[in-house]
């Protein structure tokens, strides 16, 4: 199971690193950028390309990313489900294109019809490269960014993309964008065009270490065509954009198709030269997991990155799999792992004890779940940066305890010791142990037992429902409630359309709900529209938990304003340390593969990017494959 939240996807924008929306430091840092460029007044200069510490692996002139094949032949169709989702994207049903504001369900695919600044690489956890800017002007204290347009960039109309189009774009999206963007442009303090093709951004002393990387991955619409449109309304007319794509047949809820921009006016850019390879893009959309993999198997859609531990297992045993017209591979992505558990609301008096919380977690039995359900594919989930170099680990350096030390009242005593993992259990599903231990800590924090019945402090049943819009997850939840009513607390699921559970979590109107939460290798202020005060009480946005911590807020400050990597990773295991401490969720499991599978007419290049499967953004539609299996594009 993985449903990925994001703040932005398609290519230019990050993954989940950037920006900020307050805490000021008392020294701002120096956003040093080192590497090839133009130097104009001391500390000022010109770039082709932006990351977070100035760092970037390819120089002004490269003509395409090495993990691409440049001659890759355009045409056929690629056709997949949504698995990530920005904005207000829906993962079961879209019924607006418009999904960069909070109402409505969006489509999928809509990113690709827009253009960004800039792109990224695969290659690099945190680059940028020209794509609608060819450059961009930097000033001595970093607050200036002044982005020089390519002439010949078009919208779909013909008409010319300016940067009053840049301009009006990223005021919008501040002013009535989705609450993640409102959020996360915070300290975006002007934005205006001089002339036709340069925008000049400006930051505030707040700016954190990776706003101007959120800028420059940010939609750009056309002002013309939003002069006469509600932008905040949901819409089923496609907006016009300059992408490589645009939005072809749809049904509303049942699949959208992209088709591809044959005169594109970007094709040749660097930063897309072996991308945007197939002719259509369709997006299929299943109410019901099974029955969208019967779908996959009948080749309804033709890629199909798999999620379902028993359906890898034991699913493949089909005519076309067998016959070697459907193909299927494991793949390391070397991608950052998403954050996937239950999500308990604190913004509920039944969650607000960390004792109660705790008594929960010990009742999902991971090991028993992961052993039945899950044919031992998964490892346990225990960190927020979970395998990398940002995940907190034995004792607390003397750096990380410098961090800490000015909470150290208000925070748990484990923060300073080992950081919280889960236990392992006895694998029986029903540990006895951990139960017992759960019971304890439940008595601790004031319930009661009377029979079967656990009450709550306040003398209320405990009472706790799952929410979700699929039962997928309903065999691993089973075996979990049952061990909740085992202690008493009398735990279901409510499983609604997709609609209206956007609309619940909009609303915060829930008692636990699960997701996976888009990682990052390089972490920056968008942590606070995951884990910050301010986005707990935002309605729509991804601090799902309700965290409102004191700490947790002056850490992100940090880890958003760090100068270089050390410093980012001694202030993200701090974090950490206090996010695992606060037991704010119940951590999944997770796999640093991923699973792909696919009827065999496509191709790929010969070298796969460093933090990515490449799948399928850089593969392309092979017409000799299709013929051999008896399939058309």
């Not at 199971?1 to 993954?15: A, W």
């Not at 927020?384 to 990380?400: I, K, T």
């Amino acid at each position: 199971m993985s449903r990925r939240l994001h703040p932005f996807t398609r290519r230019g924008l990050i993954q989940a690193g950037a920006a900020l929306a307050g805490g000021v430091l008392a020294a701002r840092p120096v956003f040093g950028q080192t590497g090839a460029g133009g130097m104009a007044e001391a500390g000022e200069m010109t770039r082709h390309g932006l990351s977070s510490f100035g760092d970037l692996l390819y120089p002004a002139d490269f003509k395409h990313f090495a993990y691409v094949n440049p001659q890759a032949p355009k045409g056929g169709s690629l056709s997949l489900q949504i698995k990530q989702a920005v904005g207000n994207q829906a993962f079961d049903t879209f019924n607006t294109l418009n999904v960069y504001v909070l109402k409505g369900d969006g489509a999928a695919g809509v990113p690709d019809t827009f253009d960004t600044l800039m792109a990224s690489s695969q290659d690099e956890p945190d680059a940028l490269y020209g794509l609608l800017a060819h450059s961009v002007h930097i000033s001595a204290d970093k607050r200036t960014y002044s982005f020089v347009l390519r002439r010949e960039a078009r919208f779909h109309d013909g008409t010319p993309v300016t940067a009053h189009d840049v301009a009006f774009s990223m005021t919008v999206l501040k002013e009535k964008g989705h609450p993640t963007f409102r959020s996360l442009l915070t300290e975006l303090e002007e934005v205006k065009a001089e002339g036709d093709y340069m925008v000049v951004v400006r930051l505030s002393v707040r700016r954190n270490r990776d706003l101007h990387l959120l800028i420059a991955g940010l939609p750009v619409f056309s002002r013309t065509y939003w002069e006469k449109r509600d932008f905040e309304a949901a819409t089923l007319e496609a907006p016009l954009g300059s992408g490589p794509y645009r939005v072809g047949r749809f049904e509303p809820g049942r699949f959208i198709e992209l088709q591809r921009v044959a005169d594109y006016w970007g094709r040749d850019l660097p930063v897309n030269v072996g991308h945007n390879n197939f002719d259509r893009i369709r997006y299929d959309y299943f109410r019901d997991r099974e029955v969208a993999f019967e779908g996959f198997k009948a080749g309804t859609y033709n890629f199909n990155e798999d999620y379902t531990a028993r359906i890898w297992a034991t699913g493949y045993d089909f005519p076309a799999f067998r016959q070697g017209r459907v193909k299927r591979e494991t793949v390391e992505s070397g991608a950052a792992i998403p954050t996937q558990g239950w999500h308990f609301n604190l913004r509920r008096e039944t969650f607000a004890d960390p004792r109660i919380r705790e008594a929960l977690g010990l009742a999902f039995d991971f090991e028993w779940t992961n052993a039945n359900i899950m044919f031992s594919s998964y490892k346990r989930l225990t960190s927020y940066f979970q395998n990398s170099d940002n995940m907190a680990r034995g004792l607390p350096s003397p750096e990380e305890i410098a961090l800490l030390e000015p909470f150290r009242d208000k925070l748990p005593a484990d923060v300073f010791g080992e950081p919280f993992t889960p236990p392992v259990s006895d694998g029986s599903g029903s540990d006895r142990n951990l139960l017992r231990r759960a019971d304890q800590l439940l008595r601790d924090a004031g319930c009661k037992r009377e029979g079967n019945v656990l009450r709550l402090p306040n003398g209320k049943p405990f009472e706790i429902e799952f929410l979700d819009f699929t039962p997928s997850l309903q065999p691993h939840t089973q075996p979990f409630q049952a061990n909740l009513k085992r202690l008493g607390i009398n735990a279901r699921s409510r499983i609604v359309d997709a609609s209206q559970y956007s609309r619940r979590l909009n609303d915060f109107d829930f008692d636990i709900v699960s997701g996976a939460l888009g990682g990052s290798l390089t972490p920056g202020d968008s942590l606070r529209v995951v884990y910050g005060t301010d986005a707990a009480r935002t309605s729509g946005s991804r601090n799902l938990s309700g965290i409102a911590n004191p700490a947790v807020d002056h850490l992100i400050d940090i880890i958003g304003n760090a100068e270089n990597r050390d410093d980012l990773t001694v202030a993200s295991k701090a974090l950490d340390r206090v996010l695992r401490a606060g037991r704010y969720w119940i951590p999944m499991w997770y796999r640093s593969e991923r699973w792909l599978a696919y009827w065999d007419v496509f191709s790929r290049p010969e070298t796969r990017p460093k933090h990515s499967t490449g799948a399928p953004d850089t593969w392309w539609y092979d017409e000799e494959k299709a013929k051999r299996i008896g399939l058309k594009g």
